[in-house]
């Protein structure tokens, strides 16, 4: 089965510990379920990992570039100020999809521009778990076509 990496940035580990926020109600252990249950659907082998740590995140970005047929990223805080995470999205050559669970496009806006869009095939924002599930369906598809970044 094709496998995509699924790779979440900091402090995503803190989704729905204000309930009242931004990021709503669901915590990342709930959404990382409603992932892998997405992911089995659309029969794709899902790695969905979380760090607060840049480093780990490029590791896992180099990584997928050797095992994964593609990727999605909720870089989270490092999207709008990591050109390392950028430079290693764009070596990766399978589909790549930024993901973000509230609309950036409303919010401040030094967040209405990324530089995880620029290394990106395609972005989904906005709609909260139900975005991270769309876009692993889209991925399956990509992935499907033999689509490239």
Known sequence: MPT???LNGPNVNLYGLDRSGTYGSW???AIRARCLAAAERA???LECRQTNDEGQ???WLQEARERADGVLINAAGLS??????MDALLMIDGPVLEVHMSNIH?????R???????AATATICGLGPLGYELA???MAELIAAGARR
Request: zero cysteines.
């Open 4 to 6: 995509a990496y699924f």
């Open 27 to 29: 915590s990342f252990p």
């Open 43 to 45: 029969g794709l082998v």
């Open 57 to 59: 995140l490029i590791d």
């Open 80 to 85: 709008y100020t990591s050109i390392a995470v």
């Open 106 to 110: 409303r919010r401040e806006a030094f």
């Open 112 to 118: 209405h521009a990324t530089f995880i869009s620029r």
């Open 136 to 138: 692993i369906g889209a």
